[in-house]
Structure formats: C-alpha cells, structure tokens
C-alpha cells in the first residue's frame, strides 16, 4: 500500500482537515532501490522507497457549481476524479411504426479540463440512444457534490 499524507496549509492557523489516500501498486516488492526504504514489519514488503517518485497532491477541490481554478505557472498539474457529480434521465418511447422500444438516457456530468494552469469544471452533456426492450422504466437519478484531486505532476 502506498499511502500518500496531504495537509492543507492554512494563513489563518485554523485546523486544516487531514486526507489520507491509499493506492495499491501492482506488483509489491521485498526490495527497493533508494537510500531510504521502509518495509511493513509482518510482510518485509516495501511501503516507501525513495527512489521512486510519488504522487504529490496540491489540494482538494469540492462543490455542486462550475468554476474556473488558476494555479501557479510555475508548476504543472493535473486533476483526478475522486467523487462524480451526475444527473441521469432516462426513458422509454414505444415506435409503433417500426414495432420496437427506443430507449434514451441523457447525462450530465461534472467534468475537468486543462488549459494551461486553469483547472475548469463544468458539466459535460451525454446522450445514449439505443433499441430495444426496456429494462425498466424512465426516471430521474442523481448524486449531487463533486471532488477531485489536484496533483502537481512537474518533472514526472
């Protein structure tokens, strides 16, 4: 596992809220290659080597609304889907002339894009139109708030 530690720093001195991210590599090794390394006392697997480079989170974005986000020029960055916002509309339109169900579902997801060091979230509109038997009727789902992780990825 490795596991990744961001602290926000805040001017004002107030406590900042602790994230904490575990990802799982691939393959898990019992050797590393730089001068520090830490291995799980149990396992004798490395959980931190620094040879290797790590992910560098710069801050959390969370919210419902679309907005634009500049970052320092100085430093490249990118952006990783941690909670999708979605609206799903769906329903069921019999086509009597042609005897077949057409079924639609439209999707409107909060989506990130870069130009430069501008981070913008926006929502993104999808329509899926497919025939045949409807699996269940029409409705309306949604999840409301979204998050994403800014990482600095300079040099990587």
Excluded: C
């Amino acid at each position: 596992v490795i596991t990744i530690l961001w602290e926000p720093v805040i001017p004002n001195g107030q406590d900042a809220t602790l994230y904490w991210y575990a990802f799982y590599p691939v393959s898990k090794k019992s050797t590393g290659t730089g001068d520090v390394i830490l291995r799980n006392r149990s396992t004798g697997l490395v959980t931190f080597d620094s040879g290797l480079s790590y992910l560098r989170v710069k801050e959390v974005v969370s919210g419902t609304a679309a907005r634009t986000i500049a970052y320092p020029s100085d430093r490249v960055y990118a952006a990783m889907l941690m909670r999708v916002q979605y609206v799903v509309v769906t329903d069921n339109v019999y086509l009597e002339h042609v005897d077949a169900w057409r079924w639609y579902a439209d999707w409107d997801i909060m989506g990130a894009r870069w130009s430069g060091n501008n981070l913008t979230l926006k929502t993104i509109h999808l329509r899926q139109v497919d025939e045949g038997m409807p699996g269940a009727g029409g409705g309306t789902w949604r999840r409301d708030g979204y998050s994403f992780l800014v990482l600095d990825v300079t040099d990587f």
